[in-house]
C-alpha cells in the first residue's frame, strides 16, 4: 500500500467500511496514515433486528451509532464523523448541498486518498448517490490535484463492465482487527458471523482468504 | 420486541384514538432484494411522522396479525405483523419480522414526533 498523507472514507451506512474496507483503514491506521470516516447515516432502515430480536426500529439507530464508535475504536480511527441524514434517504437529498458537504470535508482534510462507493456499482440506493457526491465534488478540482479515489464496488455487473480491480490490498497482517470490526457491528453481523471463530486461526480458510485481500477500483474519469 | 399480545396492543391502540398522533408506516424487503435475486420485483413504501387521528383501531388475525386505523375520511393499515414492544416512552411499536427476523413491515404509533 503507497503511503497516504490523509486517508479519507466516506460511507452511508454504519457497517459499510466492515467486510471490504476494514482492514486497509486499520492498516494505514497502523501506518500512523490519519484517516477520516465520514458515515452518512446511521443504518436506521437496518432489517436485521437480532434474532430474536432485541432492537427496535427505534433503539436501533442508538444501537448502530455505539456499534460504529466500536468499530472506529478497534480499526483505530481517530477522527469519526456521523452526517446525520437518513437511512434510505440520501438519494432524494438536495444534490448540490450533498456535493457541498462532500467538497468542505476534502478542503478542511486535503486527503491524498478517499474511499467511497463506485457509482453504479453499488447496489445499494444511498451507497450510488454517496458515490455520485463524492465523484461530483472530487470532479470539480483540477485534474492534476485531485486526491486518488478508490471505490467499492460488489453489483452483479462489475467485473464485466469494469474489469478487475487495480488495487488490491492484503490485509492479513491486521485481520484479527477485521474480524472484531465485523463482529462490533453486532445488529447486523451476528447471524452470519455465528459460524465464525473468535480468532483468524481456527475461522474457517475459505472465510479467511476471502477477508484478506480488500478490492478497489480507481474511479475512471471520463476523457476530457 | 416480543411476540403480538393482541389484547395489549389492542388496548394501547384504544388508548392513543381520538387525538393527534404520529405515525411511522413501512414496508420493506430490502435493498439487496434484486441484487441476490435478479427474477425479484422490489417494491416498499415509508412514512414517519406522519400526523393522523384515527377514530378507531383495530388488531385482528391469528398471527401474523393485521392493524388497521379508521380515519375521519381515510384509512391506515399494516399486515404481517407478528412482534411489538410498548417503549420507554409509550409508543406502540409494531413490527413483521419474516422467516429469518429480518424486518418486513413495521407500523408504529406515538402521541409526540418520532425524532
Ligand atoms: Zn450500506
Redesign the interface.
Same mark, same amino acid.
Given at each position: 500500500m503507497e503511503k497516504e498523507r490523509h486517508v479519507l472514507v466516506i460511507f452511508p451506512h454504519p457497517d459499510d467500511e466492515a467486510f471490504g474496507v476494514s482492514g486497509t483503514i486499520a492498516s494505514y491506521v497502523e501506518n500512523g496514515t490519519p484517516v477520516t470516516y465520514a458515515c452518512l447515516t446511521l443504518g436506521e432502515? =437496518? *432489517?436485521?433486528? =437480532? $434474532? @430474536? @430480536?432485541f432492537?427496535? *426500529?427505534? %433503539?436501533l439507530p442508538k444501537i448502530r451509532r455505539q456499534e460504529l464508535v466500536d468499530a472506529a475504536n478497534i480499526m483505530g480511527i481517530q477522527d469519526l464523523r456521523m452526517l446525520g441524514f437518513r437511512d434510505?434517504t440520501v438519494e432524494f437529498e438536495d444534490d448540490e448541498e450533498l456535493t457541498k458537504k462532500m467538497s468542505s470535508f476534502i478542503e478542511e482534510l486535503n486527503p491524498s486518498l478517499i474511499i467511497t462507493f463506485y457509482p453504479g456499482y453499488s447496489?445499494? @440506493?444511498?451507497h450510488e448517490a454517496t458515490g455520485r457526491a463524492v465523484v461530483r465534488a472530487v470532479g470539480r478540482i483540477a485534474p492534476d490535484a485531485r486526491p486518488k479515489l478508490h471505490c467499492v464496488a460488489f %453489483? $452483479?455487473n462489475s467485473l464485466e463492465e469494469l474489469g478487475e480491480p487495480d488495487i488490491i490490498n492484503d490485509i492479513s497482517a491486521v485481520k484479527d482487527k477485521k474480524i472484531a470490526t465485523i463482529r462490533a457491528h453486532r445488529s447486523q453481523t451476528e %447471524?452470519m458471523m455465528a459460524s465464525w471463530s473468535e480468532n483468524a486461526q481456527n475461522t474457517d480458510p475459505a472465510i479467511l482468504r476471502w477477508i484478506e485481500k480488500e478490492r478497489f477500483w480507481s474511479y475512471k474519469w471520463p476523457k476530457q | 420486541m416480543k411476540p403480538i399480545d393482541r389484547v395489549e396492543v389492542q388496548q394501547k391502540i384504544d388508548a392513543l384514538a381520538g387525538s393527534d398522533v404520529y405515525l411511522h408506516l413501512e414496508t420493506t424487503n430490502g435493498a439487496y432484494a434484486t441484487h441476490n435475486d435478479e427474477s425479484f420485483f422490489s417494491a416498499g413504501a415509508y412514512i414517519r411522522n406522519a400526523m393522523i387521528r384515527y377514530e378507531h383501531g383495530k388488531i385482528v388475525g391469528d398471527g401474523p396479525y393485521r392493524a388497521g386505523l379508521k380515519l375521519e375520511i381515510g384509512w391506515v393499515y399494516g399486515e404481517g405483523l407478528t412482534h411489538f414492544e410498548i417503549d420507554d416512552q409509550g409508543r406502540l411499536l409494531m413490527a413483521g419480522l419474516d422467516f429469518n427476523g429480518k424486518l418486513a413491515v413495521a407500523m408504529q404509533i406515538s402521541a409526540s414526533p418520532f425524532e
Open positions: 432502515m =437496518g *432489517r436485521n433486528l =437480532g $434474532n @430474536p @430480536p432492537a427496535t *426500529r427505534e %433503539s434510505k447496489v445499494h @440506493p444511498d %453489483s $452483479n %447471524s | -
